[in-house]
């Protein structure tokens, strides 16, 4: 058999399977919208936490299945994603309404001051402060949220069914590999085209449309974070 195809239909299984994830998408796109240019770090880490937590399901259930009620515990981690996803839909609007004060205040504070003064403080001390810690907490989080996401879900095995197939282990553990690589790309890719949306929104100062992307990821969590919470 020709190595490519294994390691092709592991491409195409992780990549569907991580877009056509509602949850995968809601988890993203607010963390992704705020950390613009860098957002493809974002679904990176998303991606290793999500093959981490897979890893650690399947672990569980190959060796402890009858000693550990592994079910539960995936029950459980699905409740626990769709809390998370509505706290990240409440940051979302957090997000946001901290960013109108600071700009009302910025604004008052103009009124009496000198244009120039008051902008050119505002912004160095937004750009040089803010980026480094949100970036880190924002990899951080995603990284954690795709390890729950990881942890949600037997039916992730389903996705492994295809290993049956094969004949020789290289062809299994090269789908496993792609596998994993779809993963990281489909993410990846999507943070990064969401950022880039969300970056040129805000460079051609388009206020009102960039506060509705925002307002739309969040409000995407949330209505996600409910139903997994309750359809679940």
């Not at 509602?22 to 290793?48: C, M, N």
């Not at 995936?74 to 946001?96: P, R």
């Not at 390890?147 to 290289?170: E, N, T």
Request: charged share 10%; with cysteine.
């Amino acid at each position: 058999m020709d190595i490519t195809f294994p390691v092709t239909a592991g491409l195409i299984a992780a990549m569907f399977h991580v877009i056509t994830g509602p949850d995968h998408l809601a988890a993203v796109t607010p963390f992704a919208i705020e950390s613009k240019k860098r957002a493809w770090k974002i679904g990176f880490f998303w991606g290793i936490g999500h093959l981490v937590g897979m890893l650690c399901i399947g672990v569980l259930f190959t060796l402890f299945k009858s000693l550990i009620p592994v079910d539960k515990i995936s029950n459980y981690s699905e409740q626990m994603v769709g809390f998370v996803l509505i706290g990240i839909g409440v940051w979302a609007f957090y997000k946001i309404f901290r960013a109108e004060q600071i700009d009302k205040h910025a604004h008052l504070h103009n009124e009496n001051e000198a244009p120039i003064h008051s902008h050119g403080l505002f912004h160095m001390h937004s750009h040089q402060h803010r980026h480094p810690k949100n970036l880190n907490q924002g990899n951080f989080a995603s990284s954690s949220i795709g390890f729950l996401h990881g942890l949600a879900g037997i039916a992730h095995f389903l996705l492994f069914i295809p290993i049956l197939v094969f004949d020789k282990p290289s062809d299994s553990f090269l789908y496993v590999g792609g596998f994993g690589l779809g993963i990281l790309l489909a993410m990846t890719a999507f943070a990064f085209v969401v950022g880039k949306i969300a970056s040129f929104t805000k460079n051609v100062h388009n206020e009102v449309f960039f506060k509705g992307i925002r307002l739309a990821g969040g409000f995407f969590a949330i209505v996600i974070g409910v139903y997994w919470m309750f359809n679940t």
